[in-house]
């Protein structure tokens, strides 16, 4: 019976240890030899600089006898956005064989490259702004510095402890083609932030010709962020409606006073940000204030009531950012009152009231107003 090749990876892994980092890299690479269909995946990425969103990043990888990938993109920062559709086929061991790219920026602007990998011969060519250059160059390296091969590798490497792969990039060199070093060097037990939420997983540092160039950071195999180098750019894995908007500092909902809460739950409400509302609410109480209204909110957990609610009230939201003066507004027609470890905040002109409990110096609304 045949093994899977995810079970023969750690026997790979634990042969390389010990190993110079070309050694690793060639002993991790010489296990991968036909297409895991647990390896393939889907990903959208927020393209941010900073807070401010200025594109979004789409890989989708499939196939049999080896990687299909598909890598979608929009890129605004200044003047027209850059869309990009990019087709590149893979090895079973994450090698480049085929890459197509195509890029309009506006109706004039648009390029093309190809780039192959057939019987030890790399061949590239380039179209832009009407200008054609090509390039052969006889190798029989492997080309591992696409961001899909750099995704995929993060799913197999050994990210429990710290070591170094060594592979290569090759590139466009003036008008002709060169072969560089590609290293990967992980860096294990990190703690980061990935959309407010506290994560535990490594960073994987790639640098071309000993130039860092990108920071991978996972977490349990998947890449949830990536930074480029010498910038303000990063990538970040999220949601459809995550990835639509730019990054806000999610810490500004862990409010302090019951007013803070409530206009926390009215902003989420309203804009669509519905994840907030876990910070906010006793989804428990509030499961248990609906049932005795509606029979469905009864025969659900706290957990499937709470993304019932969100569900909801995301399909309604206005999708964006409230501009801060309505916020302001919102903000004046809040009144509270404090009773020990019980709040009430009522909002003007409008029936019932929320009513809060604190718990752990932090206060979560357990009652809303009724409709």
Request: charge should be negative; include cysteine; aromatic fraction near 6%.
């Amino acid at each position: 019976m045949r093994l899977s090749l995810l079970c023969l990876l750690p026997v790979c892994l634990l042969a390389a240890r010990g190993e110079e980092p070309e050694a690793r890299a060639q002993a991790l690479l010489a296990g991968l030899t036909e297409v895991q269909r647990e390896l393939c995946f889907d990903a959208a990425f927020g393209l941010y600089t900073k807070t401010r969103r200025v594109g979004q990043v789409e890989v989708s990888v499939g196939g049999t006898s080896s990687y299909d990938v598909l890598l979608k993109s929009e890129v605004a920062v200044g003047g027209e956005p850059a869309r990009t559709q990019e087709s590149l086929e893979l090895a079973p061991d994450f090698g480049l064989r085929r890459k197509s790219l195509h890029r309009t920026r506006g109706p004039e602007v648009k390029e093309e490259e190809t780039r192959t990998h057939v019987d030890g011969e790399w061949a590239f060519r380039a179209v832009a702004q009407g200008a054609e250059r090509a390039a052969r160059l006889a190798s029989d390296a492997a080309h591992h510095d696409e961001l899909p091969c750099l995704l995929l590798l993060a799913r197999v490497l050994d990210l429990s402890q710290a070591q170094t792969y060594a592979l290569r990039s090759v590139r466009w060199q003036g008008e002709g083609l060169e072969v560089v070093p590609l290293t990967l060097r992980v860096e294990p037990g990190v703690e980061y932030l990935h959309r407010g939420e506290a994560r535990l997983g490594s960073k994987l540092h790639v640098s071309r010709a000993g130039v860092e160039a990108l920071v991978l950071y996972t977490s349990e195999r998947d890449v949830l962020q990536v930074e480029f180098s010498g910038t303000s750019l990063r990538l970040i894995q999220g949601t459809a409606r995550e990835i639509a908007r730019d990054l806000r500092d999610r810490t500004t909902v862990k409010a302090r006073t019951p007013k803070q809460v409530v206009l926390g739950y009215l902003r989420a409400t309203l804009t669509g940000d519905v994840d907030d509302l876990d910070e906010l609410c006793d989804w428990e109480a509030l499961r248990l204030q609906d049932a005795t209204r509606w029979e469905w909110a009864a025969e659900l957990s706290a957990e499937d009531y709470a993304a019932a609610v969100k569900t909801l009230l995301g399909e309604f939201a206005q999708q964006g950012e409230l501009p801060a003066a309505a916020l302001g507004l919102m903000a004046l027609g809040l009144s509270q009152r404090i009773e020990g470890e019980r709040a009430t905040v009522r909002l003007r002109g409008a029936e019932g009231e929320f009513v809060l409990e604190r718990r752990d110096d932090r206060w979560w609304i357990v009652r809303r107003p009724e409709d």
